[in-house]
Nanobody
Framework: EVQLVESGGGLVQAGGSLRLSCAAS????????MSWYRQAPGKQRELVAS????????NYADSVKGRFTISRDNAKNTIYLQMNSLKPEDTAVYYC?????????????WGQGTQVTVSS
């Protein structure tokens, strides 16, 4: 059974930090690109950060560049999102995503999400 389990969310004051984790199981983690998405109330889900399967390349939304860092540990089947200098507009449910395209077929998995609330 494929599982992506996020943890580390919570309530934090503006300017604070949180570290999210996403533990994966049930698939070959090391060959999947991994991403963090978020969805705020009344808004569409948006890409926050992504990292390639080998960890050699990362990508960030402009709104989080310089504040968030995505990383992965393929030995532990886990990705992380270090979030610093948090702002109230970072409040959202954060989701972990795994995706792989092979022979023009795309397979992707989603976690259940973890709530991040930043108070002003």
């Amino acid at each position: 059974e494929v599982q992506l389990v996020e943890s580390g969310g919570g309530l934090v004051q503006a300017g604070g930090s949180l570290r999210l984790s996403c533990a994966a199981s049930g698939f070959t983690f090391s060959i999947y690109d991994m991403s963090w998405y978020r969805q705020a109330p009344g808004k569409q889900r948006e890409l926050v950060a992504s990292v390639t399967s080998g960890g050699g390349s990362t990508n960030y939304a402009d709104s989080v560049k310089g504040r968030f860092t995505i990383s992965r540990d393929n030995a532990k089947n886990t990705i992380y999102l270090q979030m610093n200098s948090l702002k109230p507009e970072d409040t959202a449910v954060y989701y972990c995503n795994a995706i792989r395209t092979h022979w023009r077929q795309t397979v992707d998995y989603w976690g259940q999400g973890t709530q991040v609330t930043v108070s002003s």
